[in-house]
């Protein structure tokens, strides 16, 4: 069986169309807001429904260690990190596995022959939790 490893490879962090960046919970963006005063980071979101925003990122993520490669806000990061490579249409709800990674790339085929709960264990309990939220503001 095939299991999602992430290979450090940033494309996840690194945003150049709107559509890859990261769509959020209104809980979420409130939180990041104040991650960002209290490290002097300006953020900027976009409301995509009643219930999603876009966080509006140009280039890196401003939460990620480029040198390091890696998060700084890892264990508070979004649920839209959380569930990468697994990606959801705010408009439709579809869920779909992003090409920008690496290890989808050099996997994909496995991906598409495979359990999505038994390649992306913990991103599907993200993407679960995603919808969960979103049904509990009906």
């Known amino acids: 069986m095939i299991r999602f490893r992430c290979l450090r490879c940033s494309h996840c962090c690194f945003f150049t169309l709107?559509?890859?960046?990261?769509?959020?919970?209104?809980?979420?963006?409130?939180?990041?807001?104040?991650?960002?005063?209290?490290?002097?980071?300006?953020?900027?979101?976009?409301?995509?429904?009643?219930?999603?925003?876009?966080?509006?990122?140009?280039?890196?993520?401003?939460?990620?260690?480029?040198?390091?490669?890696?998060?700084?806000?890892y264990g508070e990061r979004p649920l839209a990190c959380r569930m990468f490579p697994l990606l959801i249409n705010p408009q439709n709800g579809e869920v779909s596995v992003s090409r920008a990674c690496d290890w989808v790339r050099a996997n994909f085929r496995e991906i598409t022959e495979s359990n999505p709960w038994e390649v992306f264990p913990e991103e599907m309990k993200a993407v679960v939790t995603v919808f969960k939220r979103l049904r509990r503001t009906d």
């Open 18 to 73: 709107p559509k890859e960046q990261p769509v959020l919970l209104e809980e979420e963006v409130r939180r990041l807001k104040e991650l960002g005063r209290e490290r002097g980071i300006k953020l900027e979101f976009t409301k995509v429904s009643e219930d999603l925003y876009r966080w509006v990122i140009w280039g890196y993520c401003p939460f990620y260690d480029v040198s390091k490669r890696e998060c700084t806000i």
